[in-house]
């Protein structure tokens, strides 16, 4: 027996399908791995230690089928994964190889392989089908087998197996000086118009009939080599006479029914998986040790007598033009018999547009509940079309009746001679098959997956009916609240309504109103207007995707003022448009975006041609995996503007219909995305980058060319900004931290991965926005410079030592599922505390000047610093940074009495949070004072620095889980 689940199905930010096939504890996975399947994964508790192999479906693509494969193999390195095999169509090798400049892991050996032959393990047989594969002429064979042999080389030193790297190894470094930055490898196949998609049959073993040693022992039949005799066919004469056969000790061998996974994205291939033997018989073991492989492009029979290749379960991917019940379709699906199963529809139709991460969606329901001007409600849309009912299965999952069988209509009728059965290719549909028979279940997850697309609003309610009953106070200050968000909405919307109408009249260039004056950051000097510029937290969390956060992306949005023939921006009529600097940009950007803003040109597309500049400080996968999607998306978001405007007959030109994208990043982010070029014709077009140490001091070793210098010319112009700055982070080999100054004085300042830099804070001096790593709490200092990050107080420091008045932190370690436990004390008082730090020489300026007149100062600070810690979906202006603080009780207590328990995972991550030695007090540097009450202060607070009892008490795991804020 073997258990077949849907473990991933396609949502608007997860545009992946996974099949995930469990044998005694052994997993193996079928599909699309794309952004954002690490994290589905992980929170449906689904552990990547199991994983043995990979089996990859489709065409080569990095957006919607590989594109969270890079993530998945690092963490399952990380869990302690020996070995794992991946397979694919030719590309697949070099597609791995394309990630050496960021993926590299010693202790795991990963065999990636073309699937050109049947795959054989202890547990099933894979047939590899190449739907539409046409013979490519365009590489002479010596060259092809050269390049086989230099990616089989350059995967040998991405996953070398000698144990030897340590936990500070460099990567970035490593990468740098094992492969030169300026070869790039070709792909063996570019066609990608013309490639083939791959599909599978996957044939379990036929399991062996079990020996009845019972009955062996009542017929007296000896322990020794003769019950191996029997069991291996041969016959044995008792002493009385009786001959005992093989057939009267061992049950009949049991034939499990095969699943088959069909990746049809055109008609093209549609054509040629008609002509397909889908039935065709699967050699065993010893004969594939014979030779003998499945023949799917024949009819003819093996030699032999063996079981019809009866089919349990077919997976139907399907792209957009192959409609499962068109006449031709429905022909298809029909000649596999009603001994089929189930037929798994997989169409973009078909599919519910449900929520993908629902644990995240919890958290998102409780921010906003408190505060939601901050947090939009996430997107989600049902199924554009339902199962013809004739095909549903006559007795459904509890799951697919719920949303195949709406409440207020009958139950189908049962439909005698049924020629298939087929329901909705839904996350968290389950088979158990066993021999003949298959049982279909549907885990807690199909509830999920298919009920929240309308449960969301009803989640918010709960919780607040819930707040309601155990803190009538607090709850009273939501609803004050709430109600004043939505009278500033419909004061917004009539105000919209009026600037539509035309009854303000035109707004001129040369006679702006006040108001308008306040709005763009290019309309005045007025530092007040700056409180317009707003923030987009797309992900927050590092290394890793876990449950609550993703991996870190951040949107800055800019308000610009234009002439009034440029009328673009947030109501009609009114002269301004945004444009948008997007910092670092991990897996599942471009998702998350579309899961927060919806689809559409007034949805995730605007946001996506809002961006102008893209700055990645470094390429370690967390910051910089979700860029080529990103890219992406964002030229079709125009293609489809251009077609939106063509159609309005609307043929002047925008500012918005520029499509350039300034990338300034490490060279190598240019250069993986000139490899995946060849698969994706124009990429790059609109995309002028720009080398960050072309922006470094003198003193940093800087490159100039004239190139640069012109592309920097027209991104000053484009984006009024004089000048920017950036400095070598204390991180990793080619790792920038760099701050922006526009003409009309605002500054914005981004750390990157860094411990603190005090070349950083010289280049950042007086900024207006500091968006700045925090990725550990203080208990974890030590930990924070072995790993070369900075913890929460040193963000502080920085900022107090820049002097910013604006400080947004981000990039928290994914051990804190809510975040770190800030609110235990004040900026002030973690500043004056900083003294109690044993700091490396990279923070040792932090703790310099720490006289009575600094505490002062830096107390006054305190009082003017506006602060905000980030939230996965968060959006908030400048000039409301400060309000965080007066919702963090509702939010404390919303998270240790509301929200569900962590999973066990992300539990042990929470309370693994003790560091490795602790921070020590320090003996007194230069004479400086210790403020010993302050240490035991912070010490007694600190979530690292649990007592026993505290630890082993459920209560108060659940107290440190509300607590994390």
Same mark, same amino acid.
């Given at each position: 027996?073997f ?29 699309r ?10 929170s ?16 080569t ?12 193999l ?13 397979y ?31 795959i ?47 936990n ?12 030169s ?16 998609s ?40 008792l ?64 030699p ?27 022909e ?49 849309a ?11 299965p ?20 049962? *439909?005698?001679n ?9 996350t968290g ?36 009916s ?40 035109e ?18 000097e ?32 800019l ?15 009114? %002269?301004?448009?945004?444009?948008? *600097? ?35 400080s470094h ?10 999607s ?12 251009r ?37 994706y ?21 800087p490159?100039?060319?004239?190139h640069?210098a ?9 984006? &009024? ?7 070598k982070a ?29 070349n ?9 926005l ?29 900022a ?16 804190? %599922? ?17 003294r ?11 703790l ?9 100062d830096?107390? &006054?600070?305190?009082?003017s ?11 908030i ?6 309000k ?36 020590t ?19 007694r ?10 630890q082993?008490?459920?209560a108060?795991r ?8």
């Amino acid at each position: 027996m073997f258990t077949a689940r849907i473990a991933v199905h396609p949502t608007t930010d997860l545009p992946g399908t996974l099949l995930q096939c469990d044998f005694s504890g052994h997993r193996f996975l079928f599909g699309r791995v794309a952004e954002g399947t690490q994290r589905a994964l992980l929170s449906r508790g689904s552990k990547l230690s199991r994983a043995r192999q990979i089996f990859m479906t489709g065409q080569t693509s990095f957006v919607d089928q590989m594109g969270g494969l890079p993530g998945l193999l690092l963490s399952a390195a990380d869990q302690g994964l020996q070995q794992l095999g991946i397979y694919g169509d030719k590309n697949i090798a070099w597609a791995v190889a394309t990630l050496r400049h960021a993926v590299f892991r010693d202790s795991i050996d990963i065999a990636v392989r073309h699937a050109a032959e049947d795959i054989v393990n202890d547990f099933m047989t894979v047939v590899p089908v190449a739907l539409g594969a046409q013979e490519d002429r365009s590489v002479s064979p010596d060259d092809a087998k050269a390049l086989d042999e230099y990616i089989a080389n350059v995967l040998n030193a991405m996953f070398p197996l000698t144990k030897k790297s340590g936990n500070n190894f460099d990567e970035i470094a490593y990468a740098a000086k094992r492969f030169s930055k300026d070869q790039l490898i070709r792909a063996p196949d570019v066609r990608r118009d013309k490639g083939p998609s791959m599909s599978y049959i996957i044939q379990p073993h036929t399991v062996r009939g079990k020996f009845n040693g019972r009955k062996a022992d009542e017929l007296g039949i000896p322990k020794d080599n003769t019950r191996n005799s029997i069991i291996s066919g041969n016959s044995y004469t008792l002493p009385d006479g009786r001959v005992v056969t093989t057939e009267m000790l061992v049950d009949p061998d049991q034939y499990i029914k095969r699943l088959i996974y069909l990746d049809i994205p055109t008609l093209r291939h549609f054509e040629d998986a008609k002509k397909k033997n889908w039935l065709a018989d699967v050699p065993t073991s010893a004969e594939h040790k014979m030779g003998m492989r499945t023949n799917v492009d024949s009819l003819d029979r093996l030699p032999g007598t063996r079981s019809v290749g009866a089919v349990s379960v077919i997976v139907h991917q399907l792209g957009l033009e192959v409609h499962p019940f068109s006449s031709e379709y429905t022909e298809f699906m029909k000649q596999f018999g009603p001994d089929c199963e189930k037929h798994v529809i997989g169409h973009p139709d078909y599919i519910p547009d449900s929520i993908s991460h629902t644990r995240s969606a919890h958290l998102n329901a409780a921010l906003r509940l408190v505060s939601p001007e901050n947090f939009n409600q996430l997107y989600t849309a049902r199924a554009k079309s339902q199962i013809p009912k004739k095909y549903l299965p006559l007795t459904p999952p509890p799951a697919v009746a719920r949303i195949t069988q709406p409440s207020n209509s009958p139950s189908p009728e049962p *439909i005698d001679n049924q020629e298939f059965r087929a329901i909705p290719l839904v996350t968290g549909i389950e088979y158990r098959v066993k021999g003949s028979t298959i049982e279909s279940t549907a885990s807690e997850f199909a509830q999920d997956a298919l009920t929240n697309y309308a449960a969301l609003a009803d989640m918010q309610e709960e919780l607040l009916s819930d707040i309601m009953v155990r803190a009538p106070d607090l709850a009273e200050r939501i609803k004050v609240s709430q109600d004043k968000y939505y009278k500033r909405q419909e004061r917004h919307m009539a105000r919209r309504r009026r600037y539509a109408s035309g009854t303000t009249g035109e707004v001129s260039s040369s006679s702006s109103s006040s108001e308008n004056e306040s709005e763009g950051i290019a309309v005045s000097e007025d530092k007040k207007a700056f409180g317009n510029v707003s923030i987009i937290a797309v992900g927050t969390g590092s290394a890793v995707p876990a449950v609550f956060r993703n991996v870190i992306g951040t949107i800055v949005r800019l308000p610009f003022y234009e002439p009034p023939n440029y009328k673009r921006t947030y109501w009609k009529d009114a %002269p301004f448009i945004t444009k948008s *600097i997007l910092f670092d940009c991990g897996e599942s950007t471009v998702g998350n975006l579309a899961r927060m803003f919806g689809p559409g040109p007034d949805g995730v597309d605007q946001k996506l041609r809002e961006v102008k500049l893209a700055f990645i400080s470094h390429m370690h996968g967390d910051h910089h995996f979700g860029l080529l999607s990103f890219v992406k998306a964002r030229q079709e978001a125009f293609t489809r503007y251009r077609i939106q405007r063509l159609s309005e007959a609307n043929l002047s030109d925008t500012p918005m219909d520029d499509n350039t994208l300034y990338l300034v990043a490490p060279q190598m982010a240019v250069g993986w995305l000139e490899e995946w070029e060849q698969i994706y014709p124009g990429l790059l077009d609109g995309v002028r980058f720009i080398d960050a140490r072309f922006f470094l001091r003198e003193q940093e070793s800087p490159i100039y060319t004239p190139h640069f210098a012109s592309v920097f010319s027209d991104l000053s112009q484009s984006l &009024n900004i004089a000048t920017i700055r950036v400095v070598k982070a204390v991180h990793c080999l080619d790792s920038y931290s760099g701050s922006i100054e526009f003409h009309n004085g605002f500054k914005l300042s981004y750390s990157g991965d860094t411990r603190p830099n005090e070349n950083f804070v010289d280049i950042g001096k007086n900024t207006s926005l500091l968006i700045h790593e925090a990725t550990m709490d203080d208990p974890l200092l030590a930990d924070a410079i072995s790993k070369r990050h900075s913890t929460v107080s040193e963000a502080l420091g920085v900022a107090r030592h820049m002097n910013a008045r604006n400080l947004f932190l981000t990039h928290f370690s994914q051990r804190y %599922p809510v975040s770190p436990r800030f609110f235990a004390a004040s900026a002030g008082e973690r500043l004056s505390g900083m003294r109690g730090l044993r700091e490396d020489r990279h923070g040792m300026f932090l703790l310099r000047n720490m006289s009575s007149v600094f505490q002062e100062d830096a107390e &006054n600070w305190n009082r003017s610093l506006k602060l905000t810690l980030a939230y996965d979906g968060m959006m908030i202006k400048m000039k409301d940074m400060h309000k965080q603080g007066a919702w963090t009780d509702v939010l404390r207590f919303v998270f240790r009495n509301l929200l569900t328990e962590p999973e066990e995972e992300s539990d042990e991550l929470l309370l693994s949070q003790k560091p490795t030695k602790g921070p020590t007090p320090p003996k007194a540097r230069g004479g400086a004072p210790w403020d010993k009450n302050a240490w035991k202060k912070r010490k007694r607070d600190s979530p690292g620095f649990l007592d026993t009892a505290e630890q082993g008490d459920a209560a108060s795991r659940s107290a440190v889980a509300g607590n994390a804020l």
